[in-house]
């Protein structure tokens, strides 16, 4: 019997040419480019489908993914997963793909003509003309030639921003955690500080994920610190700026202008900033022309079609991109060297300048290029969410971060061991871990010291001298705190030398409880974990 062709449903516009790639893989599509408009009806026949191609407007909820019971694959023709709950479609086994590269050039150019319309007041100059009116002197603009722009973000993005203002004869600034200094010479621009950037801009773009810790990024204590007269522009994403706080700002006239594409709700059809004077606005355009439109409906497509006919994976956010037969030996090494470089990352709070990643054993012989890619997604993860296993190394060689792999195929101890070694400005720091008989990742070693800990959703890391009644005062910390243990590991080179306690507990650690930990004499660095 002749298997059954797998079936797509597209419920948002994609081209026809995007329809016919579909067809051409042997793929059936049932193309209804209205339906995400329907949620009802969407969710009474998603049920039918093997995948699901959307572009912004279908909302992929746990709602609707309760009653896919078939679908396979979600593709996303964009960057943004917005509108797909991520974690509920990767708990029942959905692969998420995006095309995080398709519309980079056209999002630039976007906050570059938003930054031109904003120094010449283009959009009220237009409209007055075309009333009728010849308010030749009431348009006074500001050149940008010469001008200090500051990029806030310099990845894909941000990166093809900074480049042509450069061309524009601009000066200028990024502040970029993971901007090396070397990149940041091979771009022309300079790397600064993010107060810095505030206080020396003539002009601000954003070009960052949403994610904690960029949210209201800028504020009015962020706004105070610019020059009087700074012009803000935001393609990014809605949530970066306390709009009210601008709104405050260019009313007393302290920011002399803002170029809005992104809000923080969507679609606005409404805004308190809506009709000002100094504000340009787009709905959501960064993406918005015919080559990007075209671009990511494509590669959608042939992805999308890739994974249901040959199980091929690409530009996954919650799978690597690995074949059906590597799958079962080389899926827990990946969940491994994820969680070793989230583990780092979310200690690294310096510049990184390099990843070094070392496979001994028997792992050293597999598909190591999966295994990389999971390491430095936990790595860049903690400040970039956008980040997937597909888009890590390249963001990583955007920043400047020299990746080395390193393959022994002995090991001393293990018959498998992953070694990750982050050098920053400051200092390096390494971790390891290996995968035992029962598939469960584990730490065998942090900063050379022996260790044996499982990874657990939440964790304390501490480094401390070893002198005896640390562990008394940090125990009893934390059941002062009502904080319960559920596994304790320790680990020292040797007697008086540095120590680590890596500790389990359930739920999470308030910041006071934290800095009271820090507080105990002998303790160096203390940091919550999340896994």
Known sequence: MTPMAPRVLISDKLSATAVQIFKDHGVEVDYQPDLGKDKEKLAEIIGNYDGLAIRSTTKVTEKLLANARNLKVIGRAGIGVDNVDVPAATARGVIVMNTPFGNSITTAEHAIALMFALARELPEANASTHAGKWE????????????????????????????RAVGLKMRVIAYDPFLSNERAVELGVEK????????????????????????????ISAILKMKKGVRII???????????????????????GAALDVFETEPA????????????????????????????????????????MKGAVSNALNMPSITAEEAPRLTPFVKLAELLGSFAGQLTETGLKAIRIEYEGEVAGMNIRALSAAAITGVLKPLLQSVNMVSAPVMAKERGIAVAEVRNNASANFESLIRLTLTTDRQERSIAGTVFADGHPRIVEIKGIKMDAEFAPSMIYVTNEDKPGFIGKFAGLLGDAGINIATFALGRLEQGADAICLVEVDGDVPAEVLDKVKAIPVVRQAKALKF
Do not use: W
């Open 136 to 163: 030749k002197n009431r348009f006074m603009g500001v050149e940008l030639t010469n001008k200090t722009l500051g990029v806030i973000g310099c990845g894909n993005i941000g990166s093809i921003v900074a480049d």
């Open 234 to 256: 935001n393609c990014a994403r809605g949530g970066l700026i306390v709009e009210a706080d601008l709104k405050a700002a260019l009313d007393s006239g302290h920011v002399a």
């Open 269 to 308: 059809t409404a805004h308190p900033l809506f009709g000002h004077p100094k504000v340009v606005c787009t709905p959501h355009l960064g993406a918005s022309t015919t080559e990007a439109q075209e671009n990511v409906a494509l590669q959608v497509a042939e992805q999308m079609s890739d994974y249901l």
């Open 192 to 219: 600064v500080e993010l107060d810095e950037l505030f206080r020396r801009a003539d002009f601000i773009t954003l070009h960052v994920p949403l994610i904690e810790k960029t949210r209201n990024i800028i504020d």
